[in-house]
Structure formats: structure tokens, C-alpha cells
């Protein structure tokens, strides 16, 4: 099992950037695929951005390919999500998952996903 803390959530303008830290305590960081997930007022959870258990593979949402970047560092059992040229379109709650899967499976589907944080607001002024 392991437990999931977002921080790094705010209110900024729009173009503005803000970067997301999940950290990550329990079993070892390395035995999950993670991923950015999203979820704004009355509309569904969305997915954001996928990274594998190395790092190595990375998958985005197409409303935030070339603005977002999700990265992660083991040894110190972080996965952070630089965000860029925000929109008001990205104000939502921000929340991290992990999944105990296979060094090569990805996944946008949020039920896939085994363990949750708390989420982190982002509000994107106009």
C-alpha cells in the first residue's frame, strides 16, 4: 500500500506556471506507474498526464500536451507535474495515482488506478 500527499496547487494567472508535488510513503515508490488526474465542478474525473515506473515512458492528455510535464524521482519518492501557459480551462482539484502494474503499462482510465491523494486546487484566473 501507499499513501499519496499533493502540494504545490495555488491560484495563478493565466499564462502563468505552477508545479505539483505528490509525495509518496508505504511500499517502494518504484513499483508504481503514476499519474496526474483531474476533476473540476460538474464534470468528470479527467486524465491529465501517465508516467512509468522508471520514468522512462510518459503520456499526456492532448488539452495539456506541450504545456505539462510529468516527471518523477524515485530516491526520493516524488512525482511532480510542471504546469505551463495555464488556462482557466485547467482550474479543477489536481490528484495524484498510483497503480502496482507491470514496468510497461499505461493508462488513462482513473478506475485503473489503485491508490489516490487527497488533490491540490489549481484556479487559473482570467
Known amino acids: 500500500q501507499v499513501q499519496l500527499v499533493e502540494s504545490g496547487g495555488g491560484l495563478v494567472q493565466a499564462g502563468g506556471s505552477l508545479r505539483l508535488s505528490c509525495a509518496a510513503s508505504?511500499?517502494?515508490?518504484?513499483?508504481?506507474?503514476m499519474a496526474w488526474f483531474r476533476q473540476a465542478p460538474g464534470k468528470e474525473r479527467e486524465f491529465v498526464a501517465h508516467?512509468?515506473?522508471?520514468?522512462?515512458?510518459?503520456y499526456y492528455a492532448d488539452s495539456v500536451k506541450g504545456r505539462f510535464t510529468i516527471s518523477r524521482d524515485n530516491a526520493k519518492n516524488t512525482v511532480f507535474l510542471q504546469m505551463n501557459s495555464l488556462k482557466p480551462e485547467d482550474t479543477a482539484v489536481y490528484y495524484c495515482?498510483?497503480?502496482?502494474?507491470?514496468?510497461?503499462?499505461?493508462?488513462?482510465?482513473?478506475?485503473?488506478?489503485?491508490?489516490w491523494g487527497q488533490g491540490t486546487q489549481v484556479t487559473v484566473s482570467s
Open positions: 508516467i512509468s515506473r522508471s520514468g522512462g515512458t510518459t
Open positions: 495515482a498510483a497503480a502496482p502494474r507491470s514496468s510497461g503499462w499505461v493508462s488513462a482510465m482513473w478506475h485503473e488506478y489503485n491508490y
Open positions: 508505504g511500499r517502494p515508490f518504484s513499483s508504481y506507474a
